[in-house]
């Protein structure tokens, strides 16, 4: 007779399906941080039938936030433009097209705040022309596999490494900004956006995504209760003056004046008592970043959970 202890669980098998129907978000960490899979007991993935062989869902709940990258396997390919000058350095995104924040960006996005942080600068970040970021890069969403949920990691664990980041952080928002790209500019100090016809929007529900919860973490910390129910719920586009009300911006300035509003402030921001500013945003950001860092493995789980339940388009 066989103790009930003893008894073996049924083993049960998925399929982890490409990420086709995962659009933009916010997600990004290093490929070298993912532990070694380990299932649970009865469950195991069917690699044969997956693009993401020995991707065991245990592994993405145990993958812990990443805030630096050392070694990463994009080249760089200046897709992110780091200058240094008075104290503070300007981090420029331009991939000449819609800034989608790409594994390779995100990489470098990374690299640009670490070498700053080693500068000791306070830091403007910006975009291209009309333009800070339209969010996660779609063609590799359409792609899946570990490359999507890579791209979603380290976008992810962005905010809480600009939240966290010792020195003052100055957006400068030359433009449009969506999804991910929302969310990294929420994550700043302070935040100047252009006026002009610009939208600014967490358009996740409108392309058939449920929020993420590192995305209305960071909406709920900068938006008003009633604009933060309309962005989540909504997919409400805001146009320059609505999303200043709503508290995208703290300021607007006219496009050609953007760079130099933000240069004046990064100077006067050189200004403040480094001890002071780093201790004090830290401690009123605790129980935000924690929430981020809690959030973001579950958000990956959701994203590994898409690619099991939803078939690919024919």
Known sequence: ???????????????????????????????????????????????????????????????????????????????????LQNNFATIRIDD?????????????????????????????????????????????MKRGGFEALNMLRLGYSLPARILRYPYPVIVACNGHVLAMGVFMMLSADYVIGSRGDFKIAANE????????????????????????????TLSQYFDPESALRAGFFDELADPDALMARAEALANDATKLDPRAHTESKRRIRKTLVRKLRLGAPLDLLDAALIGLRRKPKQ
Not at 32 to 58: F, I, M
Not at 106 to 115: N, R, S, V
Request: with cysteine.
């Open 205 to 232: 529900v409108a392309i058939g995504m449920t929020m993420p919860r590192v995305a209305a973490a960071m909406l709920r910390h900068r938006l008003v209760p009633a604009a933060f129910q309309r962005a989540v």
């Open 96 to 140: 000449g097209k819609r800034n989608a924040l790409s594994p390779a960006v995100l990489h470098e996005l990374y690299q640009a705040l670490d070498q700053a942080e080693s500068d000791h600068a306070a830091i403007i970040l910006t975009g291209r022309e009309s333009v800070l970021s339209a969010g996660f890069d779609l063609k590799t």
């Open 1 to 83: 007779m066989v103790a009930r202890g003893d008894i073996e669980p049924p083993t049960r098998r998925f399929s982890v399906r490409p990420l086709t129907r995962l659009n933009t978000l916010g997600l990004h960490a290093p490929i070298e941080h993912w532990q070694e899979p380990k299932c649970e007991p009865g469950y195991e993935v069917n690699a044969a039938a997956s693009d993401t062989p020995n991707l065991r869902l245990q592994s993405i709940c145990q993958t812990t936030t990443a805030e630096s990258v050392d070694e990463y396997p994009y080249p760089m390919t200046n897709l992110v433009h780091y200058t």
